[in-house]
């Protein structure tokens, strides 16, 4: 047996549920690290889109006036009023 034997050997005692292929293609990929992956490639994505935004987009500036009633500034007493002798 070459050595390539030995690693098949071993690879089938060690792991006999993963399937071990010489080839690159159709080799079998284990879920997990599909789907971390995946996650990442998102991840990956939205946070380039978000980069992306930060330098393309400048902000515009602009006045802004609120009017606040007087109601919410001074709001009325609940103390009962005092009577004057």
Same mark, same amino acid.
């Given at each position: 047996m070459? $050595?390539?034997g030995?690693?098949d050997?071993?690879?089938a005692?060690?792991?006999?549920?993963i399937?071990?292929d $010489?080839?690159?293609h159709?080799?079998?990929?284990?879920?997990?690290?599909r789907?971390?992956m995946?996650?990442?490639?998102?991840?990956?994505?939205?946070?380039g889109?978000m980069?992306?935004?930060?330098?393309?987009?400048?902000?515009?500036d $602009?006045e802004v006036?609120? $009017?606040?009633p007087?109601e919410r500034l001074?709001?009325?007493s609940?103390?009962?009023a005092r009577?004057?002798p």
């Amino acid at each position: 047996m070459g $050595r390539s034997g030995h690693f098949d050997l071993v690879a089938a005692f060690a792991a006999p549920h993963i399937r071990f292929d $010489r080839h690159l293609h159709g080799a079998a990929m284990p879920t997990l690290f599909r789907f971390t992956m995946i996650l990442a490639t998102i991840a990956g994505l939205i946070y380039g889109g978000m980069v992306l935004l930060v330098m393309v987009v400048k902000p515009r500036d $602009r006045e802004v006036t609120v $009017r606040i009633p007087s109601e919410r500034l001074n709001p009325p007493s609940t103390e009962p009023a005092r009577r004057t002798p």
